[in-house]
């Protein structure tokens, strides 16, 4: 890759925690996103902690997080083969963001989304429950007349 390149990767990465930030309502919030990302899906778990809470919250990332998401993935597919990651685990914490790329070999497809949504709450949660989902400032309401494609409803 280019130095112009990865001067785009992180600015898109840059712009997916903005934009988690917005979704959230707060900046000092601890934001938790694992997306898996192939040509024609996109998976993604969303969960969060405000400041001083005993529990973590589930969130939908919303429509703009997806994009950005698909955005960097395509731009690093764009940059050759050796780029082509699968999944991001995306931390936001302390008002910085850590980002962690996996390849195909590190993505178990054994494993559900809901377990490796154990997995990693464990890690970068430990000892926190999820509490119930609520509605979140700048998130996204789903309802029938929903116009994103099935699996983006349903399959989280």
Not at 73 to 98: C, F, I, P
Not at 128 to 140: F, H, S
Request: glycine share 8%; net charge negative; with cysteine.
């Amino acid at each position: 890759m280019e130095p112009s390149e990865y001067d785009e990767l992180g600015e898109g990465l840059n712009r997916i925690g903005v934009a988690l930030s917005d979704v959230v309502g707060d900046p000092d919030a601890r934001i938790l996103l694992y997306a898996e990302v192939t040509e024609v899906l996109y998976h993604a778990i969303m969960r969060y902690a405000l400041p001083g809470a005993e529990e973590l919250r589930c969130g939908d990332e919303g429509d703009e997080v997806a994009d950005l998401v698909r955005d960097v993935w395509e731009r690093s597919r764009a940059a050759g083969l050796l780029y082509r990651w699968r999944a991001m685990v995306y931390l936001v914490k302390d008002r910085k963001m850590n980002v962690k790329l996996l390849y195909d070999e590190q993505v178990d497809p054994e494993l559900s989304m809901w377990e490796k949504e154990d997995l990693l709450l464990q890690e970068h949660f430990p000892g926190m429950n999820v509490g119930p989902a609520e509605e979140l400032p700048g998130g996204v309401e789903l309802s029938l007349a929903d116009p994103r494609p099935f699996w983006r409803k349903f399959w989280r």
